[in-house]
């Protein structure tokens, strides 16, 4: 009955270390959404790295099709906030995020487009993945 707790007893012991890690894996991960971005485990909160949650301010050029226009008052953006991380120095000096330019050219219906936000040198986006949807509104002119 001994002899097979015996043998190849360190090699049992390790399977047995790795099946617990698996499992708290496992069920850290399953508490959270599908596609939920979140901040890696390994990602230290000093006083260097600070997260921030900052504002998304699409940057809308060019000009609707003749007799359309654009209603820059309802342009939408989703999500609308996103979380950065990076040195305080940093962080500190950025209140919102751009978005590269979207270029309305020759519009002449609503649209909605995925549009990255502007990189910034040591900074990380988290919960946009750094792209965001923008809903611009373009209706004919009254």
């Not at 698996?22 to 230290?44: D, I, N």
Request: charged share 20%.
């Amino acid at each position: 009955m001994t002899s097979w707790l015996g043998k190849n007893f360190w090699l049992k012991i390790v399977s047995l270390a790795l099946a617990i890690i698996t499992w708290y894996y496992v069920a850290e991960e399953s508490r959270h959404m599908p596609g939920e971005e979140r901040l890696p485990f390994w990602v230290s909160y000093t006083q260097a790295n600070v997260v921030k949650e900052v504002k998304i301010v699409p940057v809308i050029v060019g000009h609707p099709a003749e007799n359309y226009v654009l209603r820059s008052d309802n342009i939408t953006v989703k999500p609308d906030t996103t979380f950065i991380m990076g040195p305080k120095r940093i962080v500190d000096k950025i209140g919102s995020l751009r978005t590269w330019q979207i270029d309305v050219t020759g519009q002449n219906k609503t649209c909605t487009l995925m549009a990255p936000l502007e990189l910034v040198k040591g900074v990380r986006f988290y919960g946009s993945g750094g792209i965001v949807d923008v809903t611009i509104p373009i209706e004919k002119a009254r």
